[in-house]
């Protein structure tokens, strides 16, 4: 469950409900619409075969718009109107064969502001969709690529308004080269707010400034956008008040990264800005579940990170007090919506899916789903304990988590699973994973945790593992004091629970999570195996053949044309005739966030040395197939971890992995 949208009148709330496809090997989603006093159930509005989102109210709450995918083309996106409570039919009101993102109704009504990609002259040349006819690509910049998207260098992200009648086509009013995102109507209607990087260099110094764009173009083209902002902090998700002077935005540092986002809010003539929440010293942009924040009168919400969970908070827009927290407890807050004084959230904990949540103004709360029950039901959650470990730097305690497995005897000891989380700047939230679950299920302890690098807690802690060689906040660099705090949790945990059996003790991650595995094993032979999953293995290389092509000079806070040496000594390639624990290595084929080289490397070297390596590779997949691959290959996945841990670390085996490789 995601996207809580609230009606006009606070009455209703619209939200998104996504399900598996497992026959059919496909995600389905279908908009879903409640009443806010909870009088009636929530009931199904669209058909949900599509890949129905996104939805947004008109102005006066008799239509809804949303995109879907209804079109004889696969890959084809569509925006549609549907009438709430009246008769009439769903209108298609555009087709594109790029996704249809960020739908905004302007405030009277008539048009509809969306980001697309915009395909260039390249794909309209002799040849029709045979890319072998088509003319070579031009790349004069870096981030030519992009993960789950494939070349964006001639696709890139416009701004659209179209009529919310149907009766003309699209229009561009802000286009490439440029990346545009999240139009946001002034409350008069005469203006877009969008965030993009258009000045000089855009990509070699990525900032996204705030623009103001005429959403009526004249007949020879949009005009130029104007900057608002001056490429001071990076900003995304802007909102403007209901009087249209200012607009509230998402904005990061970009001096110094990693940092916090921070909500700002700007003067919509000057562009002054007043930064609202430094005082937190949190991160205000959590991932996933960022959203636009919300203006209530003089205030604005936002949604914050804080040691494993995600809360709402309330600030003052002028500045004057302290934020107030609105929803908190032991839970992870996806989505949320104010509107008539209904304030609607997605939430979920450790042993429960999201589900809705309505807060009445005495700060009483009501659920208003449960849609999860029959699923946990026939699959109960096994809880985590929460500890916390003091860390090695001695400057915090390291936020940690031990699953037991149910059914343990009491002289029963079980094996263990070290997870370790991506990034490195996200954070394990105290919400409902499926895949710890899994290993639980299959009778293994888990542990994991928030180490430095992480969000969720100070800035300090978020920039400690930049490199040493960086000029301006130097850290321990990737595998320093990260490193130290994931295996003093693991000891902590041991210690203190005799049913996890320390000589059974596996690791595994992804992405950063999959770098700090390869790099843990070629530190210590402490593991009984280890995962290692579409992970970062050679920082030198992985510079320059990511999407994200140098983005790790920001990162790490040097180039690694300045401080090679330094790349190399952080790389886990670096070490692999060191490396003798059990190497599991999954990739995907079409990871553009960590190419599949960097899987390559790791096995070539290990098969070579005649160490214990095995090593799946996923064809079709991007950087994201533990979480939105396709269903298949997500249970082939889970699988195949559960087949090789099972093997060297005793826990139950599925009995499909053998026929994968046959």
């Avoid at 008769?87 to 009101?93: M, N, R, V």
């Avoid at 409350?187 to 260099?201: M, N, Q, S, W």
């Avoid at 802007?238 to 001096?255: H, N």
């Avoid at 999954?586 to 960590?594: P, Q």
Wanted: with cysteine; charged share 25%; aromatic share 8%.
């Amino acid at each position: 469950m995601s996207d809580p949208r609230v009606s006009p009148d606070g009455r209703l709330i619209a939200f998104v409900v996504t399900r598996v496809d497992l026959e059919r090997n496909r995600y389905r989603s279908a908009v879903w619409l409640a009443a806010a006093d909870g009088s009636a159930p929530p009931y199904q509005f669209s058909t949900g075969e599509h890949g129905d989102a996104q939805p947004v109210w008109s102005p006066d709450g008799r239509r809804l718009a949303f995109t879907s995918r209804r079109s004889d083309e696969p890959d084809h996106s569509t925006l549609h109107v549907a009438p709430v409570g009246l008769p009439g039919e769903i209108l298609t009101l555009c087709e594109r064969p790029e996704a249809v993102e960020e739908p905004a109704w302007s405030p009277d009504g008539r048009r509809i502001a969306f980001t697309s990609r915009e395909r260039t002259g390249r794909y309209r040349a002799d040849g029709a969709e045979d890319e072998r006819a088509r003319p070579p690509r031009r790349i004069d910049r870096l981030m030519s690529r992009l993960d789950g998207e494939g070349w964006i260098i001639d696709r890139p992200r416009s701004v659209f308004v179209v009529p919310a009648d149907g009766s003309a086509a699209p229009r561009i009013v802000a286009g490439g080269p440029f990346e545009h995102h999240a139009p946001a109507w002034s409350p008069d209607g005469r203006r877009l707010a969008v965030t993009a990087a258009r000045h000089k260099d855009w990509d070699l110094q990525p900032v996204d400034d705030v623009f103001l764009v005429d959403p009526d173009p004249a007949p020879g083209g949009p005009a130029e956008p104007r900057p608002l902002t001056e490429q001071d902090l990076s900003h995304r998700l802007p909102a403007f008040d209901p009087d249209g002077g200012r607009i509230a935005t998402l904005a990061e540092d970009s001096r110094i990264v990693p940092s916090h986002a921070q909500l700002v809010v700007l003067d919509a003539a000057t562009g002054a800005m007043r930064v609202l929440t430094a005082g937190l010293d949190r991160q205000c942009a959590p991932m996933p579940g960022v959203r636009v924040p919300i203006w209530d009168g003089e205030h604005l919400l936002f949604s914050l990170e804080d040691r494993g969970d995600v809360h709402l908070y309330r600030v003052a827009a002028d500045g004057s007090g302290e934020a107030e927290r609105l929803i908190g407890g032991t839970r992870n807050v996806t989505g949320f919506d104010l509107v008539g004084g209904t304030l609607a959230f997605v939430a979920s904990t450790p042993t429960e899916l999201p589900e809705l949540f309505v807060r009445d103004g005495d700060g009483t709360e009501r659920r208003l789903t449960d849609l999860g029950a029959a699923f946990h039901a026939a699959h109960p959650a096994s809880a985590p304990e929460h500890l916390t470990v003091r860390s090695p730097a001695g400057d915090g305690e390291i936020d940690a988590w031990v699953i037991r497995p149910a059914g343990l005897a009491a002289d029963e000891r079980c094996p263990v699973l070290l997870s370790i989380h991506g990034g490195p700047m996200t954070q394990y939230p105290n919400a409902w994973f499926d895949e710890f679950q899994l290993w639980a299920g299959a009778g293994y302890g888990v542990v994991y945790c928030n180490p430095h690098g992480s969000s969720g807690f100070t800035e300090s802690w978020v920039r400690s593992i930049r490199a040493p060689e960086a000029p301006e906040a130097p850290g321990t660099g990737w595998g320093g004091i990260d490193a130290d705090d994931v295996l003093a949790v693991l000891d902590a945990a041991l210690e203190r629970d005799p049913m996890l059996d320390p000589d059974r003790v596996g690791v595994l991650g992804g992405s950063y999570g999959g770098y700090l595995t390869s790099w843990l094993i070629g530190h210590t032979n402490r593991f009984a195996a280890a995962c290692s999953e579409r992970a970062v293995n050679n920082l030198e290389s992985e510079e320059w053949s990511s999407d994200y092509a140098g983005a790790f000079r920001h990162e790490l806070g040097v180039s690694h044309l300045d401080a090679p040496q330094g790349y190399r000594r952080m790389s886990p390639i670096s070490y692999v005739r060191d490396i003798d624990t059990p190497l599991l290595i999954l990739h995907s084929e079409d990871d553009l966030r960590c190419h599949i080289e960097q899987a390559d490397q790791l096995f070539v070297a290990l098969r070579l040395l005649g160490k214990p390596v095995e090593y799946w590779r996923f064809p079709g997949e991007g950087h994201e197939l533990s979480r939105s691959g396709s269903p298949k290959h997500r249970v082939q996945r889970a699988e195949i971890i559960l087949d090789w841990f099972g093997r060297h670390l005793g826990g139950r085996r599925p009995e499909t992995v053998s026929a994968l490789s046959q």
